[in-house]
């Protein structure tokens, strides 16, 4: 992760009509991965700026987008700035998502206020876990876990509930991934990479 780059996770809760939220989302160079999740969030995003001026923008962007009935599209946005990528997937790209149709994928949202070790080495030596974000605010990390038997992800979760540290876990099932590493699919299905200003840094 580049120290030169912000990086943040943003949870965004909207209405029924997605449309033009997804569309901005989409096309927009900031947006680097899109997950429409399960739970109190609508999607989880990743996404990368220059600098705090940019993530302003594109915040103020985000709130101003209307549905055809003239309020506001996102009900609530939440931004938590990653502080480290403590593990991360490699040459992994849309296409390797498009394949996974009978896995689970879930992001875990884990508040450990103290202590990090033992879940950290817990988390990386597991190999259903595939990227570990280290994050600020209400939660202390984001956990991508992909597996295609939910009794290893219960397994996980029995080993990390014998972690005293923990005060909270939080699982958020991926319904589906919109947008991954700057490739997206279009209308006619066909995976299409945007031609301006590819940034290739990312998190997740």
């Known amino acids: 992760m580049s120290d030169n780059i912000l990086h943040a ?21 900031h947006t680097i991965s899109i997950f429409h999740i399960m739970g109190r969030h609508s999607y989880l995003i990743d996404s990368n700026f220059d600098n705090n001026e940019q993530l302003e923008k594109w915040i103020q962007q985000l709130k101003a987008i209307k549905l055809s009935s003239g309020i506001p599209a996102i009900i609530s946005l939440q931004t938590q700035k990653i502080i480290n990528v403590l593990k991360q997937k490699e040459d992994f790209g849309l296409q390797d998502y498009n394949n996974l149709p009978e896995k689970y994928h879930f992001f875990m949202m884990i508040d450990n206020p103290h202590h990090d070790e033992r879940l950290i080495n817990l988390l990386k030596k597991n190999e259903i876990v595939h990227s570990i974000l280290h994050i600020q605010g209400g939660n202390s990390f984001v956990v991508e876990v992909i597996t295609d038997n939910y009794n290893n992800y219960k397994k996980l979760l029995t080993k990390m509930k014998t972690i005293k540290t923990i ?18 699919i279009d209308s006619g299905g066909n995976l299409i990479y945007p031609q ?4 290739e840094l990312y998190s997740l």
């Not at 005060?167 to 997206?184: D, F, G, M, P, S």
């Open 9 to 29: 996770v943003v949870f965004i809760q909207n209405w029924g009509e997605v449309t033009e939220t997804l569309n901005f989302l989409r096309n927009n160079k």
């Open 167 to 184: 005060n909270h876990i939080e699982t958020l099932e991926v319904i589906l991934v919109n947008k991954y590493r700057n490739q997206v």
């Open 196 to 199: 301006e200003d590819i940034r």
